[in-house]
């Protein structure tokens, strides 16, 4: 068939950006490079002369050790979604990044060519999307090629040809342009590719035709001529290159503004809405109804994400994150919002999971026995709103697997086309890289929370000293996880240590900063030091953190925190505290009345200023509370201290409410003035010890004590009803008044406390604390600690304003 001479019409020569500078050359199956052009000279620096005849992997490193170039084609094809985005060495060695795509091209007798177009990635321009965007749909939209010999006769051409003017690739083979076309515009078409044969150069012009399929109206087509060269330089022939003007101009404008509005990507950090801004991006700009599945480890945070690839037994789960859709109220989704969604075995998606490519749909396939039948209420909204063609396109990163975006059209009758999948991916792979970083910032934080939580005491202890109840509230989502922690610690004689510590930052660093701050607080309060010397010591751990992370790759870092540390004895009702740049604690006695005691500040652990701490005792009246608490609790965005301390009074100022409801008024108002930092809030109310459990005597230091006090102990034992643990209590006596009488000078003091277990004391004015060793066979001494051990649940010592205090507990008998 001839097409009539007035089915072309010639044009004005084409503003550049209508199709850009390409740098071609034409391989065959082997890989061989057959034909070279001066733009391709120009892109990598090699000539003709120094390519023609050699392998394609001379200037494509990726080309590798294909053996043929169908092989090298279908390796990228298999990279789960490879869109052309490689690199090419220059002659100098530059390594060039560049859009690289292949064509097939079909010649005579069956034979197979292929052609090789680049366009400089770092070139690419345009007013209203950038290079990395035209690139991806200049490097995939359908283009027709043609090759033609000096006599400008056919030698390849491909498919996309056809349907440009209809012509038959057997029709078109061995012909030249005019035994197609015909008429006197026709020629002036042929006098152009000799042109380019004659000087070597490219030219680009538009043309005009009917289409095969509708002869009404005239299409404007842009065509590039473009020289081959051989070896010697010499001119081979001509390639010609055409695209669907209209066509490529409707898609740079509809990337131009989709790249607008995909600005909005990236400004938040919670997965969930960014998936909805990639649905709210899409339509109706792209589609009439989209949904966005994440797989269920990006939603949680959690998990290994899911790679790309072949199926095996553990089948990623989807959850809905993000609808929109031209109907009020999205009714085209069986599922909502957060809902896991269910997948057919033989749906697309399942194509799409396996390959990593887009899946394209024009007309779906929704009569019976369809994948859609497998879920019947997906089946009926399809039906029911007339969805009529669909978009898969997978949402990953680094080959890892984040979710699934689906485009949908229901009322726009016109079917989705190649081009539509074009701008559908380039619109998912901006919004996974906000995708990614908000995956990220949930794993970070989901990790950061768990660390914390597990570092956090499970139940707190108060034994017969305090009821305690605490709460911890992480800050939002905007300044992550922080490195707040409390603590009731359990002491000897039924005293507690109360603590409550609040890291600097945010983060991983300030939770993992925070669990080796805590477990030192956990040693230096098992040494049963006093609140003072324990934020010295402390102090000096914060500091040597800070000079490990000194010398990291990653610079110093900022490591810093404040405490507040208490004991309260409840045989005494007496507590001391002592704190180090930390807010002051809260105490309100039985009757309400709140009161902030005058309690020296302090520096913060870690500054290195030196100054000593101090500590302050004051005695507390059964049933006060005392509340230790974070600056996250009295310190917001827009409420300063003063006022936050006051709101935290008058909400604890309810002498009848349970320490859990306490908490609750506590920290309810911070849900609506925006907290900016973690909140940590302890609360204890005190309790004491009645006189019917404690029995105390002062002894003489002499030779007659040992005995008299084994008889008091045996005694007060009896009037406890703890006879089973006369003999044990008696020998951890003698062996402690022994010690005591060999080593002081002053009195001696017995105190035995029966509370939920049995607690012995013995004091005297030495201040060194006992060590046991191992006795030889020989030795007549040096048994009586590990006697003490033997007999006790646990035993140990601490100092005291005038000597030492060295004491044992036994478990009580379970009728006691």
């Not at 473009?226 to 066509?247: K, M, R």
């Not at 190649?418 to 380039?426: I, K, S, T, Y």
């Not at 934080?445 to 000293?465: D, F, I, K, S, Y």
Request: aromatic share 4%; charged share 20%; glycine share 8%.
């Amino acid at each position: 068939m001839t097409m009539p001479a007035a089915a072309v019409a010639l044009g004005k020569q084409l503003n550049t950006s209508d199709m850009p500078d390409l740098a071609i050359a034409l391989l065959d199956e082997q890989g061989t490079v057959v034909a070279w052009t001066q733009a391709a000279e120009q892109l990598v620096g090699y000539a003709a002369g120094d390519v023609v005849g050699r392998s394609a992997a001379l200037v494509v490193p990726c080309f590798g050790d294909a053996e043929t170039t169908s092989a090298f084609v279908e390796r990228c094809r298999a990279q789960y979604g490879w869109s052309g985005a490689s690199a090419m060495r220059h002659r100098d060695g530059r390594v060039l990044n560049v859009c690289l795509r292949f064509t097939v091209l079909h010649g005579q007798d069956g034979t197979t060519g292929w052609l090789a177009s680049v366009t400089d990635a770092g070139a690419l321009s345009g007013e209203a999307t950038n290079g990395s965007v035209r690139g991806s749909q200049l490097a995939r939209a359908p283009i027709a090629v043609s090759i033609r010999d000096r006599q400008l006769r056919c030698t390849f051409v491909n498919d996309v040809m056809e349907n440009h003017d209809g012509v038959p690739r057997d029709r078109r083979l061995g012909q030249r342009f005019t035994d197609a076309l015909s008429g006197a515009k026709v020629e002036v078409l042929e006098a152009m590719m000799r042109q380019v044969l004659q000087s070597g150069t490219t030219k680009v012009h538009e043309y005009r035709t009917w289409l095969p399929t509708n002869l009404g109206q005239e299409h404007p087509f842009a065509a590039s001529c473009h020289c081959l060269l051989d070896a010697d330089g010499q001119a081979l022939g001509v390639c010609v290159i055409s695209v669907d003007v209209t066509e490529s101009r409707r898609v740079l404008e509809r990337l131009a503004v989709l790249g607008e509005a995909s600005t909005r990507f990236g400004s938040t950090l919670d997965v969930m809405q960014a998936s909805q801004e990639l649905a709210d991006v899409a339509v109706p700009l792209l589609a009439d109804y989209v949904a966005v599945d994440l797989e269920q480890s990006v939603s949680f945070g959690e998990g290994t994400p899911v790679r790309m690839g072949p199926l095996g037994e553990r089948r990623p789960v989807f959850r809905r994150a993000g609808l929109a859709s031209i109907h009020q109220g999205v009714p085209e989704s069986p599922w909502v919002r957060g809902e896991p969604i269910q997948v057919p075995d033989d749906a697309p998606i399942s194509d799409v999971l396996r390959t990593g490519r887009s899946h394209l749909e024009p007309v779906l396939d929704v009569a019976p026995g369809a994948w859609i039948e497998q879920t019947p209420a997906l089946a009926e909204r399809i039906r029911r709103h007339g969805a009529h063609s669909l978009m898969i396109v997978p949402i990953r990163t680094r080959r890892a697997l984040l979710g699934m975006a689906l485009f949908v059209r229901t009322e726009d009758p016109v079917p989705f086309q190649e081009n539509d999948l074009l701008l559908a991916e380039e619109l998912v792979s901006r919004a996974a890289q906000s995708l990614d970083n908000a995956r990220q910032y949930a794993r970070e934080h989901t990790a950061a929370l768990a660390l914390q939580r597990n570092l956090l005491p499970p139940r707190l202890t108060g034994g017969t000293a305090v009821d305690a109840a605490a709460r911890y509230l992480p800050a939002d989502m905007d300044h992550g996880v922080g490195g707040d922690w409390f603590d009731v610690i359990p002491l000897s004689g039924a005293r507690v240590a109360l603590v409550v510590g609040d890291v600097v930052g945010h983060g991983l660093h300030a939770a993992a900063t925070m669990g080796r701050l805590r477990t030192a607080v956990h040693t230096l309060a098992d040494m049963d030091l006093p609140p003072d010397e324990l934020l010295a010591r402390l102090d000096d751990t914060v500091q040597r953190l800070g000079e490990e992370h000194a010398d990291t790759p990653a610079g110093p870092a900022v490591v810093g925190a404040t405490c507040v540390y208490a004991v309260y004895d409840p045989a005494t009702r007496r507590c001391t505290m002592a704190r180090a740049g930390h807010p002051p604690p809260a105490i309100i006695d039985p009757q309400g009345c709140v009161t902030f005691p005058d309690l020296p500040p302090g520096t913060p652990l870690g500054i290195g200023l030196g100054d000593p701490f101090e500590s302050v005792e004051f005695e507390l009246p059964e049933g006060s509370l005392i509340a230790l608490y974070t600056d996250g609790l009295i310190e917001t965005r827009d409420h300063d201290i003063d006022e936050g301390m006051h709101r935290l009074g008058a909400s604890l100022a309810q002498p009848g409410c349970s320490l859990e409801d306490l908490c609750d008024l506590a920290t309810q108002p911070l849900f609506g003035l925006g907290a900016c930092d973690d909140v940590t809030l302890l609360l204890v109310r005190t309790r004491s010890l009645s006189a019917g459990q404690i029995a105390s005597w002062t002894l003489p230091s002499d030779e007659t004590t040992v005995r008299q006090a084994r008889n008091l102990a045996a005694f007060q034992l009896n009037q406890w009803g703890l006879d089973s643990l006369e003999d044990s209590t008696k020998l951890i006596v003698s062996e402690l008044v022994t010690n005591a009488v060999r080593h002081s000078t002053g009195p001696i003091s017995l105190r035995l406390k029966r509370h939920q277990v049995l607690t012995c004391e013995v004091s005297d004015t030495d201040a060194s604390s006992p060590r046991p060793r191992r006795a030889r066979t020989v030795d007549e001494n040096g048994r009586g600690l590990a006697l003490v051990a033997q007999m006790s649940r646990r035993w140990g010592t601490r100092s005291a304003p005038v000597g030492k205090v060295v004491w044992a507990e036994q478990d009580l008998p379970f009728a006691a």
